[in-house]
């Protein structure tokens, strides 16, 4: 069975750090694209990052861009997301997704419907 497991969230101040994983189990992800997605309280789940399957492109939504790198340990089967300069708007459950389809060549990074695996979620609370 496919299991994606994020890790690293937690409480941080104001224009801090955090580093977030999601390790993969039950098949390799190297051929694959991956996505982070976060939910804020009362609000619907949107797109943060994406990077493809080989890892050469990624893509960022506006409001994360310059502050959030995505990358992926292919060796490790492990995709992370590096946020820097965090907000309070940034408060919310970061989800890591998996592309059911390899060596995928499209642009829907953002959507979610391009995802068929997705991890149960950390939370991630950035304090004024």
């Known amino acids: 069975q496919v299991q994606l497991v994020e890790s690293g969230g937690g409480l941080v101040q104001a224009g801090g750090s955090l580093r977030l994983s999601c390790a993969a189990s039950?098949?390799?992800?190297?051929?694959?694209?991956m996505g982070w997605f976060r939910q804020a309280p009362g609000k619907e789940r949107e797109f943060a990052a994406a990077i493809s399957w080989s890892g050469s492109r990624t893509y960022y939504a506006d409001s994360v861009k310059g502050r959030f790198t995505i990358s992926k340990d292919n060796a490790k089967n492990t995709v992370f997301l590096q946020m820097n300069s965090l907000k309070p708007e940034d408060t919310a459950v970061y989800y890591c997704?998996?592309?059911?389809?390899?060596?995928?060549?499209?642009?829907?990074?953002?959507?979610?419907?391009?995802?068929?695996?997705w991890g149960q979620g950390t939370q991630v609370t950035v304090s004024s």
């Open positions: 039950g098949r390799t992800f190297s051929g694959y694209a």
């Open positions: 997704a998996a592309d059911g389809r390899k060596y995928y060549s499209g642009t829907n990074y953002h959507s979610q419907q391009l995802y068929n695996t």
